[in-house]
């Protein structure tokens, strides 16, 4: 049996973003503080008190709220209540007190309990499966939220009837039969919440702080609750919440709807009607024929055509309506505008972009619609299509049309400045289409809009800084999608910038002629040539410039570093092992190879062993050695350990590993003892062999994380063979690479340490 001081919220309340509240939201409050039997609790009468307000302020259409109830005024008041819940679409029962867990089902305390004995608890008790019974009808969604405090008063007086049953910290994990129905405790089940010394519990006043914020989801308002316990607690107490609920969005305070958009055609009279093309009129009358702006705009037309026909024809085409109109609209908040746009104009190369803005449009209302802002007045709307313009006529009409806008004072100067310029001279022709049309895309983000001018204008004089723009956008894009990886060059100069070879500066500035390194190239090739002619000697042979830059990409992960290789340096020796890790990279594999290594030179370089530490072992040292025996032969070679001769069953059988498509099992035998080194090579035996000139000069990277006895890391099949190499060229002893066979007998031997590293095989002595 567990026992919890508890609070429990069973709360439904579907808000959904675009449509209206549920028709019926009831809530059922009770809060236990005043215990006759045990100390009283000072926060469930706030709590509870705060919750209903909260209730009430959201909308609720009834709320019951009660307080320090016994068993039989509180089982009254859960019938009421489902009698009150069985026509609601969202029903809330809230209880702040003491609670209990027997045996895995949770209860609510009265404040007439004594619960002397565990027996008592059906009588003394509810059950939180009553209270999940009383709002089972709700039509929409419920919610169940537990707020324990940390003490368990009754535990210490309680008599235990059945030694079996459970007694633990916290409540019980609950999943809801019932389908929208969400239960959160104020801790996660088996734990404890704490009570605190604050006006409200932890979890009810971040409850208070988050559930009622406008337009929040209930499941991301409930995450935020979590969060806030989990920080003003130091993480003592998580809430959590079980069941589920739908897709649709769920707030306690819905969101505030956003007004209704002005009509197209309202928007499009107050960008066209100070027009002076007759044709914009005649378009607008077709595209709006039931308009109340059909006179005006009728009247207008034919007002334009006599003055046009009085005017010698000097006027030239003017844009067309949908220029016009996405001039004005194109920077709207209000999808439906872009809808009407594309259904009056399906022919208009803004169409596509068009219907682009009116999806974003819709998305963002979606997901911020309370953040929308007004739409603009109409002398704003109209101010910004005509403030550009160059015929004061225009002018004239916005003064008449809007006398209390904030711009009339600029439209009056304008008027008379332009009525003293055509006064002066002749009013300039019109702009002609692509200057109209350029000035319309010029600040886009698209190149394709810019592909389209070039196409459609191709004698306009915007057609280089067009062309220009969209090659512009199509980098930024690429460069945005996929940043490529770094180009050979700065790959190569990295790798050789601290030579004091000056061929390779000079072969390095042939190769790479437009490289921004190249100054700097032959910068440091004259300052080397000069120190070599002052020294008086010959430089010493340089290793060759396509063995540098190998060592510099060769672990590289870009198959374009291994392809500028293969056409920089095709007669490299390296160039198959670049190929071959060109098509590796490709095919994003990496390929194996079971290549063996060349028979290494026995005989033994004597010179400079003793230099390095070496002390190969005699014959008759050799053959001395013992099963299992260690040995090394140079201070900074591996460990070996002696395997002794013997046979095996090589692979797995069918009925161990299940594995139809591995080979059979055969027997292979090892007639003669042979040395595996004891653990893997590390850094410093690397770094010796690099040092004695072996290894091919290669250090592997450690990642950062230390040489000396680590092991070493970065290795390729290739450079552990130079590595075995170099050993059977120093000792005179072959080393090389374990095989299969040998490394599975090793392995599976049954008094065989497991082994790992470099394999000694043959010598004059015992070994093979």
Same mark, same amino acid.
């Given at each position: 049996?567990?026992?919890v001081?508890?609070?429990?919220?069973?709360?439904?309340f579907?808000?959904?973003?675009?449509?209206?509240?549920?028709?019926?939201r009831?809530?059922?409050?009770?809060?236990n503080? $005043? +215990?006759?039997?045990?100390p009283?609790?000072?926060? *469930?009468?706030?709590?509870?008190?705060e919750?209903?307000?909260?209730?009430?302020?959201?909308?609720?259409?009834?709320?019951?709220?009660r307080?320090?109830?016994?068993?039989?005024?509180?089982?009254?008041?859960?019938?009421?209540?489902?009698?009150?819940?069985?026509?609601?679409?969202?029903?809330?029962?809230?209880?702040?007190g003491?609670?209990?867990?027997?045996?895995?089902a949770?209860?609510?305390?009265?404040?007439?309990?004594?619960?002397?004995?565990?027996?008592?608890?059906?009588?003394?008790?509810?059950?939180?499966?009553?209270?999940?019974?009383?709002?089972?009808?709700?039509?929409?969604?419920?919610l169940?939220?537990?707020?324990?405090?940390?003490?368990?008063?009754?535990?210490?007086?309680?008599?235990?009837?059945?030694?079996?049953?459970?007694?633990?910290?916290?409540?019980?994990?609950?999943?809801?039969?019932?389908?929208?129905?969400?239960?959160?405790?104020?801790?996660?089940?088996?734990?404890?919440?704490?009570?605190g010394?604050?006006?409200? $519990?932890?979890?009810?006043?971040?409850?208070?702080?988050?559930?009622?914020?406008?337009?929040?989801?209930?499941?991301i308002?409930?995450?935020?609750?979590?969060?806030?316990?989990?920080?003003v607690?130091?993480?003592?107490?998580?809430p959590?919440?079980?069941?589920?609920? !739908?897709?649709?969005?769920?707030?306690?305070?819905?969101?505030?709807?956003?007004?209704?958009?002005?009509?197209?055609?309202?928007?499009?009279?107050?960008?066209?009607?100070?027009?002076?093309?007759?044709?914009?009129?005649?378009?607008?009358?077709?595209?709006?024929?039931?308009?109340?702006?059909?006179?005006?705009?009728?009247?207008?037309?034919?007002e334009?055509?006599?003055?046009?026909?009085a005017a010698?024809?000097?006027?030239?085409?003017?844009?067309?309506?949908?220029?016009?109109?996405?001039?004005?609209?194109?920077?709207?908040?209000?999808?439906?505008?872009?809808?009407?746009?594309?259904?009056?104009?399906?022919?208009s190369?803004?169409?596509?972009?068009?219907?682009?803005?009116?999806?974003?449009?819709?998305?963002?209302?979606?997901?911020?619609?309370?953040?929308?802002p007004?739409?603009p007045t109409?002398d704003?709307?109209?101010?910004?299509?005509?403030?550009?313009?160059?015929?004061?006529?225009?002018?004239?009409?916005?003064?008449?049309?809007?006398?209390?806008?904030?711009?009339?004072?600029?439209a009056?100067?304008?008027?008379?400045?332009?009525?003293?310029?055509?006064?002066?001279?002749?009013? *300039?022709?019109?702009?002609?289409?692509?200057?109209?049309?350029w000035?319309?895309?010029?600040?886009?983000?698209?190149?394709?809009?810019?592909?389209?001018?070039?196409?459609? +204008?191709?004698?306009s004089?915007?057609?280089?800084?067009?062309?220009?723009?969209?090659?512009?956008?199509?980098?930024?894009?690429?460069?945005?999608?996929?940043?490529?990886p770094?180009?050979?060059?700065?790959?190569?100069?990295?790798?050789?910038?601290?030579?004091h070879?000056?061929?390779?500066?000079?072969?390095?500035?042939?190769?790479?002629?437009?490289?921004?390194?190249?100054?700097?190239?032959?910068?440091?090739?004259?300052?080397l040539?000069k120190?070599?002619?002052?020294?008086?000697?010959?430089?010493?042979?340089?290793?060759?410039?396509?063995?540098?830059?190998?060592?510099?990409?060769?672990?590289?992960?870009?198959?374009?570093?291994?392809?500028?290789?293969?056409s920089?340096?095709?007669?490299?020796?390296?160039?198959?092992e670049?190929?071959e890790?060109?098509?590796?990279?490709?095919?994003?594999?990496?390929?194996?190879?079971?290549?063996?290594?060349?028979?290494?030179?026995?005989?033994p370089?004597?010179? !400079?062993?003793t230099?390095?530490?070496?002390?190969v072992?005699?014959?008759?040292?050799?053959?001395?050695?013992?099963?299992?025996?260690?040995?090394?032969?140079?201070?900074?070679?591996?460990?070996m350990?002696?395997v002794?001769? #013997?046979?095996?069953?090589?692979?797995?059988?069918?009925?161990?590993?299940?594995?139809?498509?591995?080979?059979?099992?055969?027997?292979?035998?090892?007639?003669?003892?042979?040395?595996?080194?004891?653990y893997?090579?590390?850094?410093?035996?690397?770094?010796?062999?690099?040092?004695?000139?072996?290894?091919?000069?290669?250090?592997?990277?450690?990642?950062?994380? !230390?040489?000396?006895?680590r092991?070493?890391i970065?290795?390729?099949?290739?450079?552990?063979?130079?590595y075995?190499?170099?050993l059977?060229?120093?000792?005179?002893?072959t080393?090389?690479?374990?095989?299969?066979?040998?490394?599975?007998?090793?392995?599976?031997?049954?008094?065989?340490?497991v082994?790992?590293?470099s394999?000694?095989?043959? #010598?004059?002595?015992?070994?093979?």
């Open positions: 049996m567990r026992w001081a508890a609070t429990i919220l069973a709360l439904v579907y808000g959904f973003a675009g449509q209206a509240l549920a028709e019926k009831v809530a059922l409050v009770i809060g503080s $005043s +215990y006759r039997n045990v009283s609790l000072p926060n *469930p009468r706030n709590d509870a008190a919750i209903a307000s909260l209730f009430r302020s959201a909308g609720f259409s009834a709320v019951d709220a307080r320090d109830l016994g068993i039989s005024d509180m089982r009254r008041a859960i019938s009421d209540f489902a009698e009150m819940a069985s026509d609601a679409d969202v029903a809330v029962v809230y209880f702040a003491h609670g209990i867990e027997v045996d895995g949770n209860y609510v305390i009265p404040v007439d309990a004594k619960l002397s004995r565990d027996f008592d608890i059906e009588d003394e008790a509810i059950s939180l499966d009553r209270i999940l019974k009383s709002i089972e009808p709700t039509k929409r969604l419920r169940v939220i537990l707020d324990a405090c940390r003490d368990n008063p009754f535990l210490k007086t309680m008599k235990r009837t059945i030694a079996s049953r459970s007694i633990g910290r916290g409540l019980a994990k609950v999943e809801p039969a019932i389908s929208d129905t969400l239960i959160a405790f104020a801790a996660k089940a088996g734990s404890v919440a704490l009570d010394d604050a006006k409200n $519990s932890p979890f009810t006043a971040a409850l208070l702080h988050n559930i009622a914020a406008p337009g929040l989801d209930l499941r308002a409930l995450g935020r609750v979590r969060d806030e316990v989990l920080k607690t130091n993480r003592h107490q998580e959590f919440v079980y069941g589920s609920l !739908g897709g649709s969005v769920i707030s306690i305070v819905d969101a505030p709807k956003l007004p209704p958009p002005p009509t197209t055609d309202d928007i499009v009279w107050n960008a066209v009607k100070d027009s002076t093309y007759p044709a914009v009129f005649e378009e607008f009358i077709a595209k709006f024929p039931t308009t109340p702006h059909l006179k005006a705009a009728q009247s207008r037309r034919d334009l055509k006599q003055a046009q026909a010698a024809a000097r006027i030239p085409p003017p844009p067309t309506a949908d220029e016009i109109v996405w001039t004005a609209i194109r920077d709207s908040n209000y999808p439906a505008i872009f809808d009407d746009f594309v259904s009056k104009f399906p022919t190369k803004h169409r596509a972009e068009a219907q682009s803005r009116a999806d974003e449009l819709q998305k963002q209302i979606a997901a911020a619609a309370a953040r929308v007004p739409p109409a704003e709307v109209v101010w910004d299509a005509i403030k550009g313009s160059t015929y004061p006529a225009i002018f004239d009409d916005f003064a008449s049309k809007f006398p209390a806008s904030p711009h009339l004072a600029d009056q100067r304008r008027r008379d400045e332009l009525k003293k310029q055509i006064a002066a001279t002749q009013a *300039p022709p019109p702009p002609a289409a692509e200057d109209i049309v000035a319309a895309i010029k600040g886009s983000r698209d190149p394709a809009i810019f592909d389209e001018f070039v196409s459609k +204008y191709t004698a004089p915007h057609i280089a800084d067009a062309r220009q723009r969209g090659n512009d956008l199509r980098k930024e894009i690429a460069a945005a999608q996929a940043p490529p770094p180009p050979a060059d700065e790959i190569v100069w990295n790798a050789i910038k601290e030579s070879d000056p061929a390779i500066f000079e072969e390095y500035s042939a190769k790479y002629s437009s490289s921004s390194h190249v100054s700097a190239a032959l910068s440091r090739r004259d300052e040539w120190e070599r002619a002052a020294a008086a000697a010959p430089p010493p042979a340089p290793p060759a410039t396509d063995e540098i830059v190998w060592n510099a990409i060769k672990d590289g992960r870009s198959p374009a570093m291994f392809e500028e290789f293969l920089k340096f095709p007669e490299s020796a390296r160039s198959a670049a190929r890790r060109f098509k590796a990279l490709q095919a994003v594999q990496v390929a194996s190879t079971n290549a063996t290594l060349p028979a290494p030179d026995t005989t370089q004597r010179e !400079g062993l230099a390095i530490g070496i002390k072992l005699s014959d008759s040292e050799e053959a001395a050695l013992k099963q299992k025996a260690s040995f090394k032969e140079c201070e900074k070679c591996p460990e350990v002696v002794p001769p #013997g046979a095996f069953m090589m692979g797995t059988s069918e009925s161990a590993s299940k594995r139809t498509a591995e080979s059979s099992r055969h027997k292979v035998t090892f007639a003669h003892s042979f040395a595996v080194g004891r893997a090579v590390t850094f410093a035996e690397w770094d010796a062999c690099v040092a004695d000139g072996g290894c091919n000069g290669y250090k592997p990277w450690d990642n950062g994380w !230390g040489r000396g006895r092991p070493a970065n290795i390729s099949w290739s450079d552990a063979k130079s075995a190499a170099w059977s060229a120093r000792t005179g002893k080393y090389r690479l374990l095989s299969e066979a040998e490394r599975e007998y090793v392995t599976r031997g049954n008094d065989v340490i082994l790992v590293g394999l000694r095989v043959s #010598g004059p002595g015992q070994l093979r």
